[in-house]
């Protein structure tokens, strides 16, 4: 079979030609050409075996499925409930996946070249009333598989690339090719994590990993259970609701009434999902204390003591403390094996927040930082922060065995029956607040056979070398301040660009009115351009500062040249 284009359609370029990558050599004789970055092309399929021909439109990317059977058919006329499990539509919907798949390979592709954008930054008015072709509108009747392919590559495109090495903005970043692959196959097996019988191989790799992942915390091997949660806030919600369980476990069955005035304790650093849970569990935020820190970000823990101490002589019951490795903004680690001294002699539940954080587990070199998470209660841990799992995936670990469970069962007896044909232990679903539970195990196992656990330790070292490069660079650079002067800890470096305009300026209000201004100005021309992306934010007293963080072991020292340069020329007229 030999493609050729309709006249006046221009030819497909070299660099989007799947054939030249050796992309083709496995699809159907049927099916044609792979993704084009180019514009709307017309191709003529000469079918040689049945002598037909079908003229098609390949839109934009060139995805064009002509399935011959007895008659041509081909995207531009066919809709959803042609594909399968309409009857002999085996070709269509195979042809149909394909060019899905060439439209995310050429994503994929595209998210590891430099001289790509790492956005293409529209405002919402401008993506509400629509983009060439591409509209969020929902029709009344069924469009086109041409127009669904045209909508999955137009989403991608007006979307932010965050597996991009030049993508700083957020503490989960990268496209590990082994976890897309998991999360492709979750997606195709498409089942619920409640249940051993609808569930069985996804249910024991969770045991698995979590088995797995508490030896790494440090804890023996009769301690420990866990589940897999929608996110790190969910899972420090857990760690607040099975405490509050252990020490008034009436409240499970009579609600706030069976509780006396609770304390929890947490840094001025940490998460705001602390806050966020207490309010969502009905302890209300004003029972969280807030706790001081050093100036490089740790909760200090004397002053843990006298908040505990003066909670309790206000009435209060202190219960639990919330420790965090790896803070969101600083990077910082708070002391674990002393704040576990406090928890153990005010008998206080001891929670570590490691979402962030807990990526250095997997390293030898930097492990050392969470020294004393072994004595914790529970433990949370983000595998799509640090070890670039594709989110969601994220875990809490309770050291205790079955509290979970007691904390939560309710034995819904239309899924949980105890006469089953197996081991009933199996079916994990009672120990999670939800219900359906998406299959977030998977890509995380596959890329742990994949990598290793060393391979995992050698990521995380490599986003701490960048971050030590960064930090090198600014101090050498006197266009730039650093947020704090000590070597970054995790992967976060904080730090001010200051302009040409500021730099004689005195510190005073005026100048740190005018330094509020600039970093949010950078980062606009930044997304407008679509060159690089980092964050900001302003910090207690601090204004607006820039907030690089690296997960991405993708990310290069040239990558951090760009940034600043990019940085530098975008803020020189500020």
């Known amino acids: 079979m030999d493609w050729f284009p309709v006249q006046g359609a221009p030819p497909p370029s070299a660099e989007c030609d799947g054939s030249e990558n050796g992309w083709m ?176 191989v996804f249910i024991l790799m969770e045991e698995v990993l979590l088995k797995k992942m508490q030896s790494i915390v440090g804890w023996s091997e009769d301690e420990g259970d866990g589940i897999f949660c929608p996110g790190g806030t969910i899972s420090n919600l857990y760690s607040i609701l099975v405490a509050r369980y252990r020490v008034c476990p009436e409240v499970k069955t009579k609600g706030m009434g069976a509780l006396p005035p609770l304390a929890l304790f947490t840094s001025e650093h940490s998460h705001y999902s602390v806050k966020k849970s207490a309010a969502v569990l009905g302890l209300g935020s004003e029972s969280v204390m807030v706790v001081t820190c050093d100036e490089r970000g740790k909760m200090i823990p004397a002053e843990l003591e006298s908040s505990i101490l003066a909670a309790k002589s206000k009435g209060l019951l202190p219960f639990y403390v919330n420790a965090t490795a790896g803070t969101t903004v600083y990077g910082a680690f708070d002391p674990l094996a002393a704040i576990a001294d406090i928890c153990h002699t005010h008998r206080l539940w001891m929670h570590v927040d490691a979402a962030w954080g807990g990526g250095l587990l997997m390293s030898d070199r930097h492990r050392r930082k969470l020294q004393g998470i072994e004595r914790a209660c529970s433990v949370t841990w983000n595998p799509h922060k640090m070890m670039c799992v594709p989110l969601q995936c994220s875990v809490i670990l309770v050291k205790k065995p079955g509290l979970l469970q007691e904390c939560n069962k309710l034995g819904a007896e239309y899924l949980f029956q105890t006469d089953k044909p197996y081991d009933v232990n199996y079916d994990t679903g009672d120990k999670s607040i939800q219900c359906g539970r998406h299959v977030d195990v998977f890509k995380l196992w596959l890329m742990w056979k994949a990598k290793g656990s060393d391979g995992f330790g050698s990521q995380v070292n490599k986003c701490l070398e960048n971050a030590e490069y960064l930090y090198d660079q600014l101090k050498r650079n006197s266009d730039f301040q650093l947020v704090f002067k000590h070597k970054p800890e995790h992967s976060n470096v904080c730090f001010w660009y200051i302009p040409p305009s500021l730099r004689a300026l005195q510190p005073g209000p005026d100048r740190d009115r005018r330094l509020h201004e600039v970093a949010p100005q950078i980062k606009g021309r930044m997304m407008e351009k679509g060159s690089v992306l980092i964050g900001y934010q302003p910090f207690g007293d601090k204004v607006n500062f820039f907030r690089c963080v690296f997960s991405n072991p993708a990310t290069q020292p040239e990558d951090i040249d760009f940034l600043l340069n990019e940085i530098i020329t975008l803020g020189a007229d500020l």
């Open 25 to 200: 050599d496995d699809l159907p004789a049927d099916f044609g050409k792979i993704y084009s970055t180019g514009d709307h092309q017309g191709l003529v399929r000469v079918d040689e075996d049945r002598q037909k021909t079908c003229v098609c439109l390949c839109v934009c990317v060139c995805v064009c499925v002509c399935v011959c059977v007895c008659v041509c058919v081909c995207v531009c006329v066919c809709v959803c409930v042609d594909l399968l499990p309409a009857d002999g539509a085996e070709d269509l919907t195979r042809g149909f996946l394909q060019e899905i798949l060439n439209i995310l390979l050429g994503f994929i592709c595209k998210s590891n070249q430099r001289n790509s954008k790492v956005l293409d930054f529209h405002h919402p008015h401008q993506l509400k009333d629509g983009l060439e072709g591409f509209s969020l509108d929902l029709p009344e009747h069924a469009e086109t598989l041409e127009q669904i392919l045209v909508d999955c590559r137009d989403t991608l495109k007006y979307g932010v690339s965050t597996g991009h090495p030049r993508f700083f903005n957020q503490l989960s970043s990268g496209l590990d090719v082994i976890g897309v692959a998991g999360e492709w196959l979750t997606s195709t097996a498409n089942t619920n994590m409640f249940t051993y019988e609808v569930s069985p």
